[in-house]
């Protein structure tokens, strides 16, 4: 769409002022994108780190599960399940930078223990529980650093592809049109000038009007 620019030096003016706007929204969005940036990296690293804290819970909590399984059989699970207290429960705790909402903090809060000792003979299923609850708790840390990340990443880029668009294309326009605009001014000033001095020779020729100098 071509730009609306206002005839003569209202026009250049008008040109200076977005121009001016452009270049200032430029710097607002570079400052956030570096923000962004650091804190991308950061999240992304702890992502991977929580990923491998819950893939190895979930690893440990298989292998006690099979163990309590083979020694125990499955029904030992879900008399366990009937003395849980309550679900669990993950509670987030939002921070904000740039503008933009994404997980800080999480925590799992879990029900009691389940005492085990009256419902198998051995220490298998006891170990089985311990380890399911860390594996959920590592989940919980896991799935809000992920989210964390995904939130930060998604705005960088969208960041970044804002702050391209009004480097590479609306102030490269602007200068553009502002040029051009200039041109014609300093085309229009020579063209008045030129015929104020052929008016100014007809009339000195004339012998009538004072000389303009």
């Known amino acids: 769409m071509p730009l609306r620019v206002p005839q003569g030096r209202t026009g250049r003016l008008w040109l200076r002022e977005r121009l001016a706007v452009a270049e200032r929204a430029a710097d607002v969005l570079e400052q956030k994108r570096r923000v962004l940036l650091e804190e991308s990296r950061r999240l992304l690293h702890l992502a991977e780190e929580t990923r491998g804290t819950w893939e190895d819970a979930c690893r440990l909590a298989e292998t006690w599960h099979l163990r309590a399984a083979l020694v125990g059989g499955e029904d030992q699970f879900d008399a366990a399940a009937a003395y849980v207290g309550g679900p669990a429960e993950a509670r987030i705790v939002w921070r904000s930078s740039m503008g933009l909402s994404y997980p800080g903090d999480a925590e799992c809060l879990l029900p009691d223990a389940v005492s085990v000792a009256g419902i198998a003979d051995t220490a298998a299923l006891h170990y089985a529980v ?11 840390a896991h799935g809000a650093a992920q989210r964390a990340a995904d939130l930060v990443t998604n705005e960088l880029e969208a960041t970044t592809r804002r702050l391209r668009a009004i480097e590479r294309r609306w102030i490269p326009r602007l200068e553009t049109a502002l040029r051009e605009v200039g041109k014609r001014l300093d085309e229009r000033e020579r063209e008045d000038a030129v015929r104020a001095r052929w008016a100014q020779e007809r ?10 100098g």
């Open 130 to 140: 311990a380890a399911q609850r860390a594996a959920l708790v590592a989940a919980v």
């Open 203 to 212: 009339l000195e020729a004339a012998g009538r009007g004072p000389s303009l």
